[in-house]
């Protein structure tokens, strides 16, 4: 690779709210989508929320001149939604299933049965690998009491991790997807302090498009305004993040988005706003790499206070799936005290009808609290093996953090002006 090597990277993202039967005007949206995609001809195109498989064999028929290389994340029982569409050959190709995904009898969420998952492509650009990934965490249903906190804290955990143990080959990290999490959100922050990744919309000095960078915005006739009440410029929650590793450096050179319309036919192309990004890579100096628990103390007291607030979030949830768990378990053992009391009536003769009719939902009954003390007994151990991975990678920070020369210092400072003020 020359010493002068550089590469532009156009990048495009967008959530494609392609629900089949219950999204708005799909087809003619799918359709546009392809032809805008074939016209700009990125690098890159990662999207969500392409429920249809017949979408994406679609959109791959339509865009195979342009894009030729192409992948459908399969997953769940209605599929993770996610594919790629690259100009470039696609050398590798993975994914994770998120193991906490919500509740399977919220049944009007849905958010189980799709099998939410991260995506990972790899591709060699000129000599350069590039490790690409797409994802779309749970949704959030009510922002003032979110049952799903824990369940979207612990998958930007496994996300992070994801990206931290799969990118070590990697010369340039690229992150998209719909995190369906705020900027200030207790998950985006624990997901950019761990990997190092950063945020477009922040780094670009080139902007244009919706106010303060927002995905979902009111101007957008999909969208449901009622939920954007409280945000009147609307919420940003699709991101592309990225990093390079010592001896390459990445910056945004531009980062565009749509505003409540199609760039060229006026509607919109999804209840989303489409990202558009221009990524340049070049050599840089060889510099330090980042490492989530050996970076400088400002980013080390700012990674343990994250892991601290993580922590206690999924301790939270915890606590709460073992209630559940522990309710359904009393409901089984009511649930056999009643058949056992049905089958003893049943046997005497007495009231044998009434027996009988009791039986049918004594035993449904049974079944459905023995589902639900499994799953949550299920999600107690998801959210207790994340709250170990975190409560042993905050002990590192800590350990690294203490041992700094620099923080021994202020300690020391701190104590001889303790002891200053005691004499005194």
Same mark, same amino acid.
């Given at each position: ?19 089949? +039967? ?44 342009? +894009? ?59 000599? @350069?690998?590039?490790?690409? +990934? ?13 049952? +799903? ?111 409540? !319309? ?27 790499? !980042?490492?989530?628990? !050996? ?46 009391? @049905? ?82």
């Amino acid at each position: 690779m020359k010493p002068n090597f550089s590469l532009r990277l156009r990048i495009f993202n967008l959530n494609c709210w392609g629900i089949p +039967y219950l999204s708005k005007h799909r087809g003619d949206r799918v359709k546009r989508l392809g032809d805008f995609l074939n016209m700009e001809s990125f690098d890159l195109a990662l999207l969500e929320e392409v429920w249809s498989e017949q979408d994406f064999q679609y959109l791959r028929q339509k865009l195979l001149p342009t +894009y030729p290389a192409a992948h459908y994340f399969r997953s769940g029982v209605i599929g993770s939604g996610l594919c790629v569409f690259s100009k470039h050959p696609i050398q590798e190709f993975t994914q994770h299933v998120y193991t906490l995904n919500g509740y399977p009898y919220m049944i009007h969420h849905g958010d189980w049965f799709c099998g939410k998952a991260v995506g990972l492509l790899v591709l060699h650009l000129s000599g @350069l690998v590039l490790n690409a +990934y797409v994802t779309h965490l749970h949704a959030e249903y009510n922002r003032q009491k979110d049952i +799903y906190l824990a369940h979207r804290v612990a998958q930007a955990w496994e996300l992070a991790q994801f990206i931290h143990h799969t990118s070590k080959k990697a010369d340039v990290v690229l992150l998209c997807g719909d995190l369906n999490l705020h900027p200030k959100d207790l998950g985006c922050r624990l997901l950019k302090e761990w990997t190092g990744l950063h945020d477009a919309y922040l780094e670009t000095r080139d902007f244009k498009g919706s106010e303060e960078g927002c995905t979902m915005v009111p101007e957008n006739c999909y969208v449901n305004q009622r939920e954007l009440e409280p945000f009147p410029f609307g919420i940003r929650i699709d991101y592309v993040l990225y990093k390079a590793v010592s001896g390459f450096y990445i910056s945004c050179k531009t980062l565009r988005t749509t505003t409540g !319309h199609d760039p060229h036919s006026g509607t919109p192309l999804s209840d989303h706003e489409a990202l558009m990004a221009t990524l340049c890579v070049r050599h840089s100096p060889p510099q330090h790499t !980042h490492s989530p628990t !050996h970076g400088g103390p400002a980013e080390r007291s700012r990674l343990i206070s994250v892991l601290k607030e993580a922590w206690a979030e999924l301790d939270l949830g915890m606590a709460q799936a073992r209630w559940w768990a522990t309710f359904a378990g009393y409901v089984i053992g009511l649930g056999l005290l009643l058949l056992a009391l @049905l089958c003893a009536l049943a046997a005497g003769g007495g009231v044998r009808e009434v027996a009988i009719m009791l039986w049918t939902p004594s035993v449904g009954l049974l079944l459905g609290a023995g589902a639900v003390y499994l799953f949550h007994m299920q999600e107690a151990k998801g959210l207790s093996r994340a709250r170990a991975e975190l409560q042993h990678m905050l002990r590192r920070a800590r350990e690294a953090h203490n041992l700094d020369p620099e923080s021994q210092a202020a300690l020391f400072l701190g104590q001889q002006e303790g002891d200053r003020s005691e004499e005194q």
